[in-house]
């Protein structure tokens, strides 16, 4: 494109406890550009944007804005040299008109506020963008669409000219996908920037002028979109050099342990989330479920848990409807869950290790001496547990937020798989554990599975579905698209249905 | 009741509810702006203990009240340090807050348990309208305080939704998240309210110790600090709602007083409890009700760390 870029990030990395999500990353965006950053889950956009609007600080790198390095330690900082984001949770005050909401911080407005001046003002700029608006409703009576013209609004009433947009699609209907990109048009016309972050395939080849793509928290390509197509970015997206591990080789499914019949499953918002999925679980198979996260794939697994009510069909366990049993009597018949949220709904963060190894079994008579805890027994079970499954820690006496992210994962595993599961339910067990960490996870599982356990696991990254699983379900919308043998597919085949973009002759 | 002793009622009623809306108004502040301060109590009593102390030593009584807002303001520091810069827990930092500023203030004035406030503030009598019969004595025959606390109180309704500062301040009480993406210092509005808000309890304090029990006691204050807090709860974090309130409860306050010698017998422990009966049933009403915009402010009690996910 033309002159220099407005914006030119170099060699940004940026580390959270466990995780890196940044690694020395460039990224560099032009007057007038739209700009697709593409990247799955957790591949460090949203962190990378964030710290471009000054709300994260980067631990190495530099920024320069229109030329000049500047250091942006503030989202004020970053909006006074006009870069502006809209994240994927609006910053909106809910109690706040349209109005307020749009001059909130502002140094435009006067001292006095006066609702018919604001009302006029946000009318009137509303009215060049066309950006329809009433500005004297209250946020929360608004959908969420209308939230997000608010947030735009917000940005251009305060002269912005680089425009963040965290995922700006996944709240709007088809329609007002449309309307959006209309006015992405127009302010690109305008010589504003605007950034997309996003990994939805079609919207990028429809909208965006330059593709960045992020993985694992590195840039993997960049390109202008006339030089790119949907095979190309998928591949970038969701693909690495496939390692067929010889464990996985070995697998010898039997017979049907879990039947699921026509399962439909509400979800939060009351929407449907899971709509009449079909599958069966083989003792001794790992089946994947693959997915851009958000497709079902929670409310799925909370489901066949007992976390959550199906609305209609079956899950027949060994021949016996479930579908009624609470999580406690699906444990009981050797059920199990790991959470995807391990600190938050695995495990007790305050608590010790050793309490936190019981959490599963602490009724059984074998802890207990009469009325009381034996710990004597408790703290040998511990000890049992952090050998069987190699967890390293210093204490277990101390709390078990002290762990790093592998540990608290094998404790988690270690503690579900001593319950003898005969389905184990693991969502996401490796997200953000380096190398080593992940391949003492595998360890686990394919040992479990080799035992006669049938195992679901909810995976984002395919590459580990290559590793590890036998047979893989892809979840897109609420519904499995297809169920693969893994050694019958390919990375390219799985991502395309996980995107919605199926290639031509599916 | 005669005219005489039902305008002398009103009259106290003046009185009594403006420590109550000094207090009240200032903790209003600080939890519009999202802190929660539980420390009013032992604002108050700094500043009550600090005013009687700088009054009697400097026989100016203007001073008195500059430091009593010092007082008010140094406590209120300390809860702001621990809530916002490093995060604490605002519920223990204030109860904690009541309990050294009982200690702090009963040990400073331990040589003037009892001692007499030899400078008083002169009343006011405005010029016709405090001749007006009835009225004048009720309304227009105060000392300056009364009329300060009114205007305060009143001042700070239309800072709070009238003006740009209003908004940055309600803002980040309700939803710090957006305050901060739109360039808002949330920690900086917050220490600056609190601040504020325990200076103005600071003057709800001297205002007791200097002109309505013109004395020094220990806890002198007697649970007004707690009034308070309900009082914001009351008036469900509006302003005009507090002068109200305030003037309900100080009615109450001064009824208490002169029941018994009126020889009417409701127990006096029964109208203690009133504010808090009251404060309950509108809580009971508005959470029925549930209107949006008349409730707590959002991010009321809750630290803002920008960097957690």
């Not at chain 1, 095979?231 to 390692?243: K, P, Q, S, Y």
């Not at chain 1, 079970?381 to 078990?400: A, G, K």
């Not at chain 1, 996401?428 to 080799?450: F, H, M, N, S, W």
Request: aromatic residues 8%; contains cysteine.
């Amino acid at each position: 494109m033309n002159r220099f870029p407005v914006i030119e990030m170099k060699g940004i990395s940026k580390r959270f406890p466990g995780v890196i999500a940044n690694d020395n990353i460039s990224f560099r965006v032009y007057p007038g550009e739209i700009h697709a950053l593409l990247g799955e889950n957790g591949a460090g956009k949203s962190t990378l944007m964030s710290i471009l609007a000054g709300l994260y600080r980067p631990d190495s790198g530099t920024i320069k804005v229109k030329g000049e390095v500047i250091r942006l330690h503030s989202p004020r900082k970053a909006l006074e040299e006009g870069i502006g984001m809209i994240y994927q949770h609006f910053r909106l005050v809910n109690n706040f008109t349209v109005a307020e909401n749009i001059v909130l911080g502002s140094k435009h407005v006067n001292w006095g506020i006066k609702q018919e001046r604001i009302q006029k003002e946000t009318r009137e700029i509303s009215h060049n963008y066309g950006l329809e608006i009433n500005p004297a409703v209250r946020v929360n009576q608004l959908s969420l669409g209308e939230q997000q013209r608010v947030e735009i609004l917000k940005m251009l009433y305060r002269g912005c000219d680089i425009l963040i947009m965290d995922e700006p699609t996944t709240v709007l209907t088809p329609g007002e996908v449309k309307e959006l990109f209309q006015v992405l048009r127009i302010m690109s016309r305008q010589g504003k920037s605007i950034v997309l972050i996003t990994h939805k395939l079609n919207e990028v080849m429809e909208i965006a002028d330059y593709v960045t793509v992020l993985r694992r928290g590195k840039v993997v390509g960049d390109d202008r979109i006339e030089n790119l197509d949907e095979g190309i970015l998928t591949r970038m997206m969701v693909a690495r050099e496939v390692v067929y591990s010889q464990a996985q080789r070995d697998s010898s499914p039997g017979g049907v342990i879990l039947n699921v019949d026509n399962l439909k499953i509400q979800g939060d918002r009351g929407n449907i989330a899971v709509h009449e999925v079909s599958f069966n679980l083989r003792r001794g198979e790992i089946m994947a479920i693959a997915g851009v996260a958000g497709n079902g794939q929670r409310e799925l697994v909370e489901a066949l848990a007992g976390l959550r009510k199906a609305v209609s069909g079956s899950i027949e366990y060994e021949g016996e409807e479930i579908k009624h049993y609470d999580a406690k009597s699906r444990i009981a018949l050797g059920i199990n869950m790991v959470p995807e949220d391990r600190i938050g709904m695995g495990l007790v963060p305050n608590l010790s290790v050793i309490d936190n190894s019981i959490l599963r079994s602490y009724y059984k008579e074998e802890f207990y001496s009469g009325w009381f805890l034996n710990y004597n027994k408790i703290r040998s079970y511990t000890d049992r547990i952090i050998n069987e499954y190699n967890i390293v820690l210093s204490d277990s006496n101390h709390p078990v937020n002290y762990l790093s992210g592998g540990n608290l994962q094998k404790l988690l595993l270690g503690r579900e798989i001593d319950q003898k599961p005969r389905v184990l339910l693991a969502s996401y067990p490796i997200r953000g554990l380096d190398v080593a960490a992940a391949e003492g996870v595998y360890d686990l599982l394919l040992k479990e599975r080799d035992k006669g356990t049938a195992i679901l696991l909810v995976l984002e990254d395919l590459d580990d579905i290559f590793r590890i699983a036998d047979r893989v379900a892809v979840m897109y919308q609420g519904f499995i698209r297809k169920i693969l043998d893994v050694e019958k597919t390919s990375i390219d085949e799985i991502g395309s249905i996980m995107v919605g973009t199926e290639l031509a002759g599916v | 009741m005669d005219n005489t002793a039902l305008s002398a009622l009103l009259a106290a009623t003046m009185i009594a509810g403006t420590p109550i809306l000094f207090a009240a108004a200032g903790e209003l502040l600080a939890e519009r702006s999202g802190i929660l301060n539980l420390g009013v109590e032992g604002m108050m009593l700094v500043g009550a203990a600090f005013g009687f102390i700088c009054t009697l030593s400097t026989g100016n009584h203007w001073l008195g009240l500059l430091a009593a807002l010092a007082g008010g303001g140094f406590m209120a520091s300390i809860h702001g340090l621990i809530t916002i810069t490093l995060r604490g827990n605002q519920v223990v930092s204030g109860l904690a807050l009541t309990i050294f500023g009982s200690g702090l203030s009963g040990f400073l004035g331990k040589s003037y348990q009892g001692a007499p406030m030899l400078f008083k503030f002169e009343s006011l009598h405005v010029p016709v309208l405090g001749n007006i019969p009835f009225l004048g004595p009720v309304l227009f025959r105060h000392d300056p305080m009364v009329y300060l606390c009114i205007l305060m109180a009143a001042a700070m309704w239309y800072l709070l939704y009238k003006t740009r500062w209003g908004l940055t301040i309600r803002s980040v009480g309700e939803n710090p998240q957006a305050a901060d993406a739109v360039g808002i210092n949330v920690g900086r509005v917050r220490f600056l309210c609190t601040i504020v808000g325990g200076m103005m309890a600071g003057l709800g304090g001297a205002y007791i110790s200097l002109v309505y029990a013109p004395t020094w006691q220990e806890n002198m204050t007697a649970g007004r600090g707690w009034i308070a807090v309900a009082l914001v709860i009351f008036a469900l974090w509006n302003p005009s709602r507090a002068i109200i309130g305030a003037y309900l409860f100080g009615g109450i306050e001064a009824l208490t007083f002169r029941l018994q010698t009126m020889g009417i017998h409701i127990s006096s422990f029964f109208l203690a409890m009133f504010p808090y009966i009251a404060t309950i049933v509108v809580l009971v009403l508005v959470t029925i009700r549930r209107r949006q915009d008349a409730g707590a402010p959002e991010a009321l009690g809750l630290a803002y760390d920008r960097e957690e996910r």
